[in-house]
Structures are given as structure tokens and as C-alpha cells.
């Protein structure tokens, strides 16, 4: 899910430095709330976690560009699951600068375009969480339909944003439309897996339930919500 060099370009480049600004405002929020209810050290140490993850995600796992953009399997939902919505977007938007930094400089230009990209759909499965998952469920117990539901939103958010800025910037001509369709069409099949390895995190998860008050998680994998 990286936006290609030169379909966002010129003065309307702009809009991605607001929607990033709004999208990092975002994740602030959540990670403030983090820090509330667990402290700084439980906070920093999944947000370490998750952008490691994050990088492996785009860096060392196949990815393959087609379209207008590249094919990643990034496990957005997942990580909301292990590590809750600040820790979350804290390392999608760190794996995504590092990736940036250290292998791929071309991509810095669309850094506020991706970062929205992968930030606004969090925020939609945190939102869908809590109206899909009863309070009394921890993360670790949830069935194939929730899960899924919540893959999809994450998924379908990325989707969505990555056809955005396509048309944004390209516009709505024939070889513009056919680009979105053939990313889209392949980014169907990280929607099909992505429910998978998450009930399979999630199953390990379950082995590991000594690390339930370890802070390394979010207390909802293992508990239900206070």
C-alpha cells in the first residue's frame, strides 16, 4: 500500500500534509489514552513492537506493485487486536517513516498520503470494535464474523484511500480507472486472508495467557473491557 511517485503531485500534495496532520492527531489521542489507563512504559514498549512488525510488514514480506499502488499484507486489524489503537498507529505511521528512510527515499514525497492511508482505517475498526464486540468478550475469544468484520474495515478503508488519491490526482480517465480496478481486484485477496492469520494469532494468543497482565499486550486480548 504505497501511493506511486507522481500520482499525487504539484500544489495538491498539500491535502496529504492536512489529512496527515488530522490522521497523527489521531493517534496522539489514542496513544494519550494508553498512557492514561497503562502507563508510558506499557505504551512505548507495544509501539516498538508493532513498528517492527510494521517494517517486516512492507520491507521483508512479499509485496508486489500493481496498479496505482503496491500490495501489502499489513494486518492493520491485527495489530488493533495485540497491541490497541495508539500503540497501533504509533508503529503503522514508525514502520512506514523507517521503511521510508532507510530503503525507499522515493517514498518520502507520499509519506502524509500513506500515513493517511493506514491511520483513517484504524480508526474505523476502533470505532467498529466497540460496536461489534461485546464489552464482556476479550479479544481472544472472538469468532471468524467479528473478525472479519473488522479485517474487512481496515482493508476496505485502505482501499478506498489509496482509489482517492488515484482520482485526486490523475483524475477519472480510462487508464486512471482500469489502475485503481486491477489494485483493488488484487487487494481482494489480503481482505480473504487477512481474517485467517488474525484467528491464528489470536489461537496462539490464547497459549500464551501468562502474558495477560505483562503489559507487553492490550488488556482487551486477554480481559474483557472494564
Known amino acids: 500500500m504505497h501511493i506511486e511517485p507522481g500520482v499525487v503531485d504539484g500544489a495538491k500534495i498539500v491535502l496529504s500534509y492536512v489529512t496527515a496532520a488530522g490522521a497523527i492527531g489521531y493517534a496522539v489521542k489514542q496513544s494519550l489514552n494508553t498512557i492514561r489507563l497503562d502507563g508510558l512504559v506499557p505504551l512505548a514498549v507495544r509501539s516498538v513492537i508493532a513498528t517492527v512488525l510494521v517494517f517486516c510488514f512492507f520491507q521483508v514480506l512479499p509485496h508486489y506493485p500493481i496498479g496505482v ?18 500503540a497501533a498507529a504509533i508503529g503503522l505511521a514508525a514502520g512506514l517513516l523507517a521503511q521510508g528512510l532507510f530503503f525507499v527515499p ?58 482517492f488519491w488515484a482520482f485526486y490526482g490523475q483524475g477519472f ?50 480481559r474483557a473491557a472494564a
Open 69 to 86: 499502488s503496491e500490495v501489502h499484507l499489513i494486518l492493520g486489524a491485527t495489530l488493533f487486536l495485540m497491541f490497541g489503537a495508539g
Open 106 to 163: 522515493a517514498d518520502l514525497p507520499q509519506y502524509g498520503m500513506n500515513v493517511t492511508t493506514l491511520l483513517v482505517p484504524l480508526l474505523a475498526v476502533s470505532a467498529l470494535a466497540r460496536r461489534v464486540i461485546p464489552a464482556d468478550i476479550p479479544y481472544k475469544d472472538l469468532e471468524y464474523g467479528q473478525v472479519f468484520a473488522l479485517s474487512t474495515a481496515y482493508q476496505g478503508g485502505v482501499i478506498a484511500w489509496v482509489a
Open 173 to 222: 480517465g480510462a487508464e486512471n480507472l482500469a489502475r485503481v480496478g486491477s489494485f483493488g481486484a488484487a487487494y481482494m485477496a489480503v481482505i480473504l486472508i487477512e481474517p485467517l492469520v488474525d484467528l491464528a494469532i489470536l489461537s496462539v494468543a490464547k497459549t500464551l495467557h501468562r502474558f495477560g497482565d505483562s503489559k507487553i499486550f492490550h488488556a482487551r486480548l486477554y
